[in-house]
């Protein structure tokens, strides 16, 4: 049933609170999801443009009981799943959709996957976002690592979020904030919470992630992040082209060798293609902050995704461009590690190490870029990043791996 | 609660529309499982028979939240479980049930099993029905086919119907349709979508299962589909007998080579039994329709399943007749393949491919024989389309299996 | 929805039955789990000491759907977790939490545990409860046996009870039951039944586990039990103590070799202590009564185990004086078995078999040692079973394990 929030309601949490902010649970331990929404008005601001959230239940299916949050702001609706690690399901400016299409058509709920399942592979049967978090014990592809099979891309997608809240600025821009908590936890192995929030504002074509891994174990831990960052058509198109200031490319393994002349553009739908990765280092400017763009061919609708080198140092670029119906996908991945399994990233210094209480930020900024001004300059900030700063184009793989 | 449709919406459902069919959404992505139930006379409709179609939900141990529809023709109450792959639960005409009774007693949801554990045995923590959809990436017993390990009997028992819905034409014979949607998708590694439909009629003591796959990719894939149609005591006794017309037939495994001359007949419960199987080509009669019958000792219970071997080309018969409390059970299972693993399935061409975009149709009828004449009938019916045909006895396994 | 009794409901209960109990189901196949509680005034019952019993579901992270009864005897809040196997999350007396301080934060739904996960570990992504059902196929570390993953400590902590029911004796002392029903179930390879109890009454600081493992297959089949009882602070401090009377004790591997001399003696908090483990087999008293004691440095406070070495004839003590934030607890763990893999187990004659339609009883007292003359009344019962009888200390392990 869908409950509108009574004014009444309304009125005593403004009266309680002197802050600026206005919070609700919508998800807790003793508050269950519900279907429910407010919109700026019913909240009593004026906004430019007017502003909505949502959350609502799905049924059928793997998807049963799956839960998502719908954040209108006017200009973009973008969609989360607490029950899936906060994933982005997808954004949707006007008519376009910032996404893809996967195979997987259900949002599936994580009690219907077993991630050890189909040799490590069972993540697949759930992968179908717009960002999916990987992590954070590790993320890379599936295999043994310490005698102990690692599925692919860590637990992070499949874990629900324990605690859902939203938060509403009370004075302009009115940001809007959703916060979840994931707990990745297992006695004597891992004691991680990660605390999400992705924000935006009314009328933005943007929005933010400001992730917080905390270590609340007493031990030192390795850790990885990779946030899986996946655009479709009409974003991706034949033609379409990747750009950041790139230190140093290479090839993710043997198949992407023969394509490292071209690892920036993007070919049609290709029968057989399957996927490409190359593994990127990018620069940052004096602060670090760098910036990543997919573009399409015609260079008047892109994505940009700004992060910061420190925060998460190297990228890796999955080009997906098989079929549509297989799946005509890119991935912009951030990351403080490669794709590779956990038990080769060491030695190349890819697996990083948490302290007790220690905390590691990863934010990152999607900002859909609208119209040929806004990806020219987002090109043109990627090009002053670089700063004319050399490219290392490498033609082997950091890592030999076995062959199938 | 149980909810009565109200005489008002059913009649503006009934004047929205001017086709010749009821429908009513059970199940769906915002329609919630919930109690409800339907009968003959609330819909204004006056078969022979009375009828009523009812849904209602499990509680408590692994069966948390499983949603089971029933329907009543007047002459058999057919259970149908949409959150486990549309299975048929058990159809229970008078005081003969149609089925088995399993050690599992309960109908276990899929979020509560590991199909991967029991080294792949997961399965059987929730084998229990009467009509269990085997399929449709593989069939057949556990174990590793391309370095990947298959569970047993598939994914399809196990996925949850995302879509549900009943359907009852308002024009004699008033067929009542009960139609779910599974879907068999991992990114990059499959995507099926089995269009799942139940019908009957009011009165009647018999049901159709008429299911479609489709492969809603872009590449060919294997497949392999399997019903696994379980029967118990009273159909099942000390003696009785299976009946079919059969072109050649082979013991499974070396157990069963000793069993080859009885193989038609069955034991009392037997302690130390376990299970014997034997793999069945059928013959059809010239559109390739054929009859599989299981009747009782006396000769006048049984149940008969009509396929055609253009779909359901070989077919696999289940001995188990262990003791009452084991399982005393056969299963009469057409299928695409044997009950091997895909494995060994390839070299026997019986791993056959589905194209981009193909269908392939799978179409069983099971008839309930409730006195000697229609026994009778069925066992004639089998002789027909035997038309004298020679039946190949084979003494050997048609696959060398590695000892335990 | 919080859902009160209402008095028409209990009136009309209590006259139906001239029993002298009052029931109540909770849960069971057409009984949803909902919020609900009752007092003893609710009820009529006028005991020295008021109690309330109170149904609760968590929602959120992992803990979503999860049902937890909250008996509060007036002397001791205790929690029992129908869908995680009937465990005792904890003990509250006052202000003494008896239990332990898990890093694992939420009471996790099995349905989001994958048992084979992790190496076979994946039961420690749930283990943060006072009182664990380990068994009933097997109980030990994770490693094949027979050719399949045994993940550690068996199914039974994730099984979700599937009926469970309040009584409460209308007569002095009020005894209160609370009873569930394990199904580990699976065909061919299991049909165990296990019937659980916890009795307390109104004022008490004690409560006892009656269980009634069934085996309701049609063969005999290999069984163990092991009671994982968990404490922490305060009743585990450094200093802190174990006593029970021993005919042997041994170490359970090489780690423990060294500490055997201190084997009674717990440590404070210790950076990468990480665990030992101690063997032991206690003596029984004439009737086979034993008793296994821990209190703290001070002797002002500890708990009990009653236990009958005829049921449970071995135990195994666990240190686990790591650090505070790792998991600052010892386990008390009467069982069948020790804690080794089964494969182990047999040659030790660890592994009892149960026959068909056989039941084994595992009863247990727990008791809240509240005060020094509890404590040493307590210790004093142990000397007296010790009887002067001497015990044998080994300084190998029981098993040599292989080198990890």
């Given at each position: 049933?869908?409950?509108?929030?009574?004014?009444?309601?309304?009125?005593?949490?403004?009266?309680?609170?002197?802050?600026?902010?206005?919070?609700?649970?919508?998800?807790?331990?003793?508050?269950?999801?519900?279907?429910?929404?407010?919109?700026?008005?019913?909240?009593?601001?004026?906004?430019?443009?007017?502003?909505?959230?949502?959350?609502?239940?799905?049924?059928?299916?793997?998807?049963?009981?799956?839960?998502?949050?719908?954040?209108?702001?006017?200009?973009?609706?973008?969609?989360?799943?607490?029950?899936?690690?906060?994933?982005?399901?997808?954004?949707?400016?006007?008519?376009?959709?910032?996404?893809?299409?996967?195979?997987?058509?259900?949002?599936?709920?994580?009690?219907?996957?077993?991630?050890?399942?189909?040799?490590?592979?069972?993540?697949?049967?759930?992968?179908?976002?717009m960002v999916v978090r990987c992590?954070?014990?590790?993320?890379?592809?599936?295999?043994?690592?310490?005698?102990?099979?690692?599925?692919?891309?860590?637990?992070?997608?499949?874990?629900?979020?324990?605690?859902?809240?939203?938060?509403?600025?009370?004075?302009?821009?009115?940001?809007?904030?959703?916060?979840?908590?994931?707990?990745?936890?297992?006695?004597?192995?891992?004691?991680?919470?990660?605390?999400?929030?992705?924000?935006?504002?009314?009328?933005?074509?943007?929005?933010?992630?400001?992730?917080?891994?905390?270590?609340?174990?007493?031990?030192?831990?390795?850790?990885?992040?990779?946030?899986?960052?996946?655009?479709?058509?009409?974003?991706?198109?034949?033609?379409?082209?990747?750009?950041?200031?790139?230190?140093?490319?290479?090839?993710?393994?043997?198949?992407?060798?023969?394509?490292?002349?071209?690892?920036?553009?993007?070919?049609?739908?290709?029968?057989?293609?399957?996927?490409?990765?190359?593994?990127?280092?990018?620069?940052?400017?004096?602060?670090?902050?760098?910036?990543?763009?997919?573009?399409?061919?015609?260079?008047?609708?892109?994505?940009?995704?700004?992060?910061?080198?420190?925060?998460?140092?190297?990228?890796?670029?999955?080009?997906?461009?098989?079929?549509?119906?297989?799946?005509?996908?890119?991935?912009?991945?951030?990351?403080?590690?490669?794709?590779?399994?956990?038990?080769?990233?060491?030695?190349l210094n890819r697996v990083p190490?948490?302290?007790?209480?220690?905390?590691?930020?990863?934010?990152i900024t999607y900002t859909f870029?609208?119209?040929?001004?806004?990806?020219?300059?987002?090109?043109?900030?990627?090009?002053?990043?670089?700063?004319?700063?050399?490219?290392?184009?490498?033609?082997?793989?950091?890592?030999?791996?076995?062959?199938?």
């Amino acid at each position: 049933m869908k409950t509108i929030v009574s004014l009444l309601g309304l009125i005593s949490t403004l009266m309680i609170t002197n802050a600026p902010a206005w919070d609700r649970v919508l998800l807790d331990t003793y508050t269950a999801p519900q279907s429910w929404e407010i919109s700026s008005q019913d909240l009593g601001l004026k906004p430019a443009k007017p502003f909505s959230v949502r959350m609502r239940t799905l049924h059928g299916g793997r998807q049963e009981g799956v839960c998502i949050v719908d954040i209108d702001t006017g200009a973009m609706k973008i969609s989360v799943v607490p029950t899936r690690g906060m994933n982005v399901l997808e954004a949707v400016a006007g008519n376009v959709r910032i996404g893809w299409k996967s195979p997987v058509s259900e949002v599936v709920n994580p009690a219907f996957i077993e991630l050890n399942g189909r040799g490590g592979l069972g993540w697949l049967e759930g992968f179908n976002e717009m960002v999916v978090r990987c992590g954070y014990e590790w993320v890379g592809h599936p295999g043994m690592d310490k005698g102990v099979l690692l599925p692919l891309h860590g637990l992070a997608a499949n874990i629900p979020a324990s605690k859902v809240v939203l938060s509403i600025d009370e004075d302009p821009p009115y940001t809007i904030r959703l916060k979840g908590e994931l707990k990745e936890q297992a006695f004597k192995l891992v004691n991680f919470v990660i605390a999400t929030e992705l924000s935006t504002e009314p009328g933005a074509i943007h929005f933010s992630i400001h992730d917080t891994l905390n270590n609340e174990g007493d031990y030192p831990k390795e850790y990885e992040a990779l946030y899986h960052s996946n655009f479709g058509p009409p974003l991706l198109d034949p033609g379409a082209g990747f750009s950041a200031p790139v230190q140093q490319v290479s090839p993710f393994n043997e198949r992407a060798v023969g394509e490292v002349a071209d690892w920036q553009k993007y070919r049609e739908p290709t029968r057989d293609y399957d996927e490409t990765v190359f593994n990127v280092v990018p620069y940052g400017d004096e602060n670090g902050e760098t910036l990543a763009v997919l573009h399409n061919a015609t260079g008047d609708l892109g994505v940009s995704l700004g992060f910061n080198i420190q925060q998460l140092p190297v990228f890796s670029l999955w080009k997906n461009t098989d079929t549509l119906g297989q799946g005509y996908v890119t991935g912009l991945e951030p990351g403080t590690s490669w794709a590779y399994n956990r038990s080769y990233q060491r030695a190349l210094n890819r697996v990083p190490t948490i302290g007790p209480k220690e905390q590691r930020h990863f934010d990152i900024t999607y900002t859909f870029l609208a119209d040929r001004s806004a990806v020219d300059s987002a090109l043109q900030q990627v090009k002053k990043i670089q700063h004319d700063r050399p490219t290392e184009v490498r033609n082997t793989p950091l890592v030999e791996l076995p062959k199938d």
